[in-house]
């Protein structure tokens, strides 16, 4: 079974006046195997960032299911919803979202503060982390005092140490210069090949070049689909560049 079935997926808001209505997801269908590094993309208003909240349990679509784990999070009663992304869902923004009055350290502990875990417990998680992200000699510092590199692998800490079973990333190189992206994309590549599962959204084709799948969503609706298979990180690139110029420009075909 997947770990994330999405099925029929479709979401239409109503504006506030006049009563329009605006359709931002249609028919929306996907799965994500567990282990797997998938890439969404598309144009501004393709409904991508839409799909991504109604993922992250943020938002609930007009009609569909999200099963994760074979339970949907669809259904799931708005009292039970902090819980439940806390204990299974892992999240890095594009502008990090770290509170400059708590230290690094603190702000990666978080959610285990309120899962009510013990400091031991957590201290336990976060070496591992720590080491492998390469922030262990910031974890006393405050976000205001460390680069934005730094405080993008402390979003990501701050994600992978509750060990949720699927971790989305909304622009995650967004905010970053191409030194700090090309590292955090790496480091994205390796927590993926020890078995952390990602969906990531981005507008960044070097981004979606380190994904094993790249979907992309036009006008609300899946539009096409590029698997990794042997290519490599620059073939892959070359692909993605090729599909998002059909996708811009209605010309061609996809292969």
């Given at each position: 079974m997947p770990l994330l079935e999405v099925k029929n997926l479709k979401k239409i808001y109503t504006t506030r006046f006049g009563g329009n209505q605006v359709q931002a997801l249609e028919n929306v269908s996907f799965t994500v195997e567990e282990g797997e590094y998938v890439a969404i993309m598309g144009e501004s208003g393709s409904g991508k960032t839409t799909l991504?909240?109604?993922?992250?349990?943020?938002?609930?679509?007009?009609?569909?299911?999200?099963?994760?784990?074979?339970?949907?999070?669809?259904?799931?009663?708005?009292?039970?919803?902090?819980?439940?992304?806390?204990?299974?869902?892992?999240?890095?923004?594009?502008?990090?979202?770290?509170?400059?009055?708590?230290?690094?350290?603190?702000?990666?502990?978080?959610?285990?503060?309120?899962?009510?875990?013990?400091?031991?417990?957590?201290?336990?998680?976060?070496?591992?982390?720590?080491?492998?992200?390469?922030?262990?000699?910031?974890?006393g510092k405050y976000p205001y005092e460390v680069s934005g590199g730094q405080k993008q692998r402390a979003a990501v800490a701050r994600a992978l140490i509750t060990?949720?079973?699927?971790?989305?990333?909304?622009?995650?190189?967004?905010?970053?210069?191409?030194?700090?992206?090309?590292?955090?994309?790496?480091?994205?590549s390796d927590i993926n090949r020890s078995g952390q599962t990602i969906l990531m959204v981005t507008h960044s084709t070097m981004a979606a070049s380190h994904a094993g799948r790249v979907l992309f969503i036009k006008d609300g609706m899946v539009f096409h689909q590029i698997y990794r298979g042997a290519m490599s990180n620059e073939e892959l690139y070359q692909k993605v560049s090729d599909t998002l110029t059909v996708l811009t420009t209605g010309g061609g075909g996809l292969a």
């Open positions: 991504l909240n109604i993922l992250a349990s943020l938002d609930k679509p007009t009609s569909g299911e999200v099963l994760l784990n074979g339970r949907d999070i669809v259904e799931i009663k708005d009292r039970e919803l902090a819980a439940f992304r806390r204990e299974h869902l892992g999240f890095v923004f594009q502008d990090f979202n770290l509170l400059d009055t708590f230290s690094v350290q603190d702000n990666i502990f978080l959610p285990l503060v309120l899962s009510g875990k013990s400091y031991p417990e957590m201290s336990r998680r976060l070496t591992p982390i720590a080491e492998k992200l390469e922030i262990t000699d910031i974890l060990h949720p079973q699927l971790v989305l990333a909304d622009e995650p190189t967004g905010a970053l210069d191409s030194k700090a992206a090309a590292h955090l994309l790496h480091l994205f």
